[in-house]
């Protein structure tokens, strides 16, 4: 049985920190790139951001770059998604995902497994 398992979500001030973890399980993890994409309330999911399997190329959307990096640990079978500089507009419910390709951008379809959700809020 797959597992994704998404922590490290929580409160913070405009301008904070937050590192977001996903611990996976049941799945040959190194052979799947992985996403992180969001949903705020009322709007459609969003990319956020995308690595491979190896760990060597990453890709991001717009509204994040240069302020999130996406990493993993594939001893771990886990990836992070370290934010800083975060904004209001960053709130919304942060997901994992384990992906049938590696490509900049959500749909549907791309996604194998995807965790429950963690949620993030910035205050202005």
């Known amino acids: 049985q797959v597992q994704l398992v998404e922590s490290g979500g929580g409160l913070v001030q405009a301008g904070g920190s937050l590192r977001l973890s996903c611990a996976a399980s049941g799945l040959t993890f190194s052979t799947y790139p992985m996403d992180w994409f969001r949903q705020a309330p009322g709007k459609e999911r969003e990319f956020v951001a995308a690595i491979t399997g190896s760990g060597g190329f990453t890709l991001y959307g717009d509204s994040v770059k240069g302020r999130f990096t996406i990493s993993r640990d594939n001893a771990k079978s886990t990836v992070y998604l370290q934010m800083n500089n975060l904004k209001p507009e960053d709130t919304a419910v942060y997901y994992c995902?384990?992906?049938?390709?590696?490509?900049?951008?959500?749909?549907?379809?791309?996604?194998?497994?995807w965790g429950q959700g963690t949620q993030v809020t910035v205050s202005s």
């Open positions: 995902a384990a992906a049938r390709k590696y490509s900049g951008s959500y749909s549907e379809d791309k996604y194998h497994y």
